[in-house]
């Protein structure tokens, strides 16, 4: 039989990682196992954010910016366990910077989980072929099982 006991959920706050969160939590029920939450904050994206506040002439004290975003992110992320009715299945709560497919993969090796759980926009087209997909990249290379849960449409 199959051992699943540490569980990933890649959470970013939209809809579809919601869902696929929800499917962690029934898993983790299933199985007994412990689900680990990660966040990651791109690398990029915070790069352009802080070009943009140093050009509004917004500049904080190197790392202030960041800290202040980490407390936010921390705090939504405890709301979300808090609204769960069994709190005992929530083993951690990391929030990384870079890129969001790399992180999660690391993350998975050096906690040598046994399931990502990610949730999956469903972008098609040309889109797909200029944005990929985070949930495709970690599909590709993780070190473990993945599920992917799509988005209802």
Do not use: W
């Amino acid at each position: 039989m199959v051992e699943i006991k540490k569980i990933l959920v890649p959470i970013d706050f939209s809809d579809f990682s919601i869902r696929a969160l929800k499917y962690g939590v029934a898993l983790a029920r299933h199985f007994g196992a412990k689900i680990c939450l990660l966040h990651v904050i791109s690398q990029e994206l915070l790069n352009e954010i802080k070009t943009v506040r140093g050009f509004l002439g917004e500049d904080d004290p190197p790392g202030e910016f960041l800290e202040r975003k980490k407390r936010d992110i921390n705090e939504k992320i405890q709301k979300i366990v808090n609204g769960e009715t069994d709190q005992t299945l929530f083993e951690g709560q990391l929030i990384e910077v870079g890129i969001p497919a790399e992180e999660i993969i690391r993350v998975a090796k050096e906690r040598k989980v046994d399931l990502i759980v990610i949730g999956t926009h469903g972008r098609s087209g040309v889109s797909h072929i200029l944005m990929g997909s985070v949930a495709e990249r970690v599909v590709r290379r993780s070190p473990c099982p993945v599920l992917s849960v799509r988005g209802k449409e």
